[in-house]
C-alpha cells in the first residue's frame, strides 16, 4: 500500500492520516526523550530515523499501520495511533504515542477508538492486544478504558511486557463499554470539561 493510498479516519476532533516526511520532527522529538522510556527509547537520531522509516514502510508490507493523529482545525500533530505487527510480533497490536504536551486531552483514547473500529469494520480483524510495560500505567489505564483486560496467558513480545487484549468485534458493538468511550469522548471534547486527578491520554 503506497502513502497516497494509506485511508483517511475523521473523528469529531481529529483526523488520522498515513505517516508523512513531514511530520518526521514531533516523531524524533518523542522518541528521542524521556516520553519513549517504555517503548525502547531513548532512541538516538538513527534508532529514531530507522524506526519511523519503519513506521511508513510497515504500510506497503501489511497494508495496514499507524496513523499521525492531526487536529481536525489546526491541522497540529498530537501523536500516532494505529496496528503494529513488526517481526517477532504474535499477533497484531493496537498501539499508540501522544506527544508529550498533547496528553490530557483524550486524543489517544479517541484517535485509537477510530483506529481499532476500522480495523474491525473494514479489515476484518477478529480481535487485537496490545503489549505494554507493566510500568507504563497511563498505557494501562488507556487499554482498559477502551475494555481491554490482561491476558496473562497469552504470548508475549520478549517476557518483559503484558498483554491486553481488545473486545471482539462482536462484544463491543452496542456495548456498555463502547457507549462509555463514546461518552468519555464527547466529554473530552467539551471545552468545559476539566478532567480530575492523573491527566490522562
Known sequence: ?????????????????????????????????YRARFMGGPLNTYETWMLYAAEIGHWQIHGFGMWMIHDRVTDATYGMAGGWMPAGWPEKEIAWIIWPDAAGHGYALEATHAARDYFYSQQGWDGAVSYIDPKNLDSIRLAERLGATKDKTAKTIDGNDAVYRHPSPDALMGSQIAHGIEMEISHYADPLFKPKGWALD
Open 1 to 33: 500500500m503506497s502513502l497516497q493510498n494509506i485511508p483517511t479516519i475523521e473523528t469529531n476532533r481529529l483526523i488520522l492520516r498515513g505517516p508523512e516526511p513531514d511530520d518526521y520532527p514531533n516523531f524524533k522529538a518523542t522518541f528521542s526523550s
